[in-house]
């Protein structure tokens, strides 16, 4: 490694310290320009965030590994790097698991016995993240290259400061970042993270900064499992209100009889069983959000009472003459099309008109590209934990059939479908791997590249119809729903599990298409 080849790779870097670059490109030259400096199979970046890694950008490994999380703790090379001040080299017969067995891009079979150095990133003297460098040669890296590495790292903690100091000057991040930790702290809550790198995710997430400084009522719309719960508290984490609570309500779990007790509270004696005075939701949000969940499950007369305390902020517990004066900001979610419920006489336009001051829609899955990936990285990472795994990954055409799948269920759908596929590809093991890899097979997904032998009986072909698109979807619905209900003997339930839907929301569907 001479002088100037280090200077070479180096110059690029000091250029961009001058240039407004977006986060994501600032970090892929970065690691583009270590790879020139020190060739290599695979590099990446990551920060610390408390006992976690969060890779923020990566060359060489696969998609989903952006997504994953990396306890510290679990994984004793990056514990090792950490407790370094400077670049270590790992030996290439270490007994250590490498946190990205399995994950280099394009590579099928699995990555065991290579060679490995990573440096951490200090900024302001304390520890930030680090650089890691894979190498399929087992003697790929040489002694004199730790300390081309740590030149650069020098470079590259100065351009993650850069690049740091610009997001805060032009988002405020730090500040919002503090409040929200505050709440987190004292709520006991874990961060929830929204994981994407498509159009479609970081529009929403530009709404989300964008209404979140506001007071404005928020109605949130999508399709089942988008996700719509966690950016109400994205939401609350960028509002002045992020120190103060968010409360949660589910609307369609409660009986009518018990929606208002929730939202107002009751005095003792308000009806049979109310031995004490409680707090509604209302009055627990105070300061703060509160957050609807499935709206369009409420009353007309609900409705009614929740529109006088969004107009004047006072209520009344139930039983009582007392008012109470609140300041809360609201926050609805809904899968359902409230618009059309006006026009059907099935919800007050008054009501609606004051949920939807800033309707703001969460995309599907399906519209969301590569970033089934991202989060696909996300729950392998959690399930590798959970299952005590070195290493859970994607096979090639396991990959493919999740980009090709239409996912009807969206994000919970994933979600599960990768735990249940860890779970039965580990059960299919005779012994327990080191690297487990996922394939099209083990994910069993419709309309896969790999065909599947299922025991069911297998549902009539679905006819086609002629007429509206409407009309065809809900004849194609109807078929669907109910192949599936005679598969499980007209077990709501189980039908609903297969269908990826709430067992609520499937019953809801079934009556608007006259099934029930």
């Not at 990396?70 to 250590?96: C, N």
């Not at 008054?350 to 089934?372: K, M, N, Q």
Request: hydrophobic fraction near 40%; proline fraction near 4%; charged fraction near 25%.
């Amino acid at each position: 490694m001479t002088a100037k080849s280090l200077l070479t790779a180096l110059l690029p870097l000091v250029s961009d310290l001058s240039r407004e670059l977006p986060e994501g490109e600032r970090y892929r030259r970065l690691l583009e320009a270590m790879r020139a400096l020190l060739p290599c199979d695979a590099a990446a970046l990551l920060r610390i965030d408390g006992e976690w890694l969060v890779p923020l950008a990566v060359d060489g490994l696969s998609t989903d590994t952006l997504g994953r999380r990396f306890k510290i703790s679990e994984h004793p090379r990056f514990e090792a790097l950490l407790s370094s001040p400077g670049p270590t080299r790992f030996a290439a017969d270490s007994d250590l698991p490498d946190p990205y067995d399995g994950l280099v891009d394009g590579l099928e079979e699995h990555l065991e016995v290579h060679d490995c150095i990573g440096c951490p990133l200090f900024i302001d003297e304390r520890p930030w993240g680090l650089l890691t460098l894979d190498a399929l040669d087992p003697e790929r890296f040489e002694p004199i290259e730790l300390d081309a590495l740590q030149a650069f790292a020098s470079l590259a903690a100065a351009t993650v400061n850069a690049a740091e100091r610009i997001e805060r000057l032009a988002n405020r991040v730090e500040d919002e970042h503090q409040r929200a930790e505050v709440y987190r702290q004292a709520s006991g809550q874990q961060n929830r993270e929204m994981i994407g790198q498509s159009k479609a995710h970081k529009r929403l997430v530009e709404e989300i900064n964008l209404v979140g400084g506001s007071d404005l009522t928020v109605l949130i719309t999508g399709e089942t499992g988008v996700g719509k719960e966690l950016v109400a508290q994205a939401i609350h984490a960028a509002s002045p209100r992020a120190d103060k609570p968010i409360i949660s309500l589910n609307c369609a779990a409660l009986p009518e009889t018990l929606v208002e007790s929730e939202l107002f509270g009751h005095v003792r004696g308000a009806f049979t069983g109310a031995m004490n005075d409680r707090r509604g939701k209302f009055e627990l949000a105070n300061g703060g959000t509160l957050f609807l969940d499935e709206v369009g499950e409420l009353s007309l007369t609900v409705q009614a009472k929740l529109l006088r305390v969004l107009q004047s902020g006072q209520l009344q517990r139930l039983g009582s003459d007392t008012e109470h004066q609140v300041d809360v900001r609201l926050i609805a979610a809904t899968n359902r099309d409230l618009a059309e419920e006006v026009r059907s006489g099935r919800y007050r336009a008054d009501f609606y008109h004051r949920l939807s001051v800033y309707p703001l829609l969460v995309p599907a899955l399906r519209d969301r590209g590569r970033d089934v990936l991202l989060l696909s990285g996300f729950f392998l990472e959690q399930n590798r934990s959970r299952m005590g795994l070195n290493s859970l990954r994607l096979s090639n055409d396991a990959q493919a059939a999740l980009l090709a799948y239409a996912w009807p269920g969206n994000v919970r759908e994933l979600e599960h479908l990768i735990g249940r596929s860890a779970l039965k590809a580990l059960g299919n093991c005779k012994e327990r791997p080191k690297i487990l890899s996922l394939s099209a097979a083990d994910l069993d997904l419709p309309n896969g590249s790999v065909e599947v032998v299922s025991e069911q009986p297998t549902a009539a072909p679905v006819a086609l119809v002629s007429g509206d698109l409407r009309e065809a979807t809900e004849h194609y619905q109807r078929q669907l729903i109910g192949a599936c209900l005679e598969r499980h003997h007209n077990n709501w339930a189980s039908a609903a599990r297969e269908l990826g839907l709430d067992r609520a929301n499937l019953g809801r569907m079934a009556k608007r298409l006259g099934m029930k």
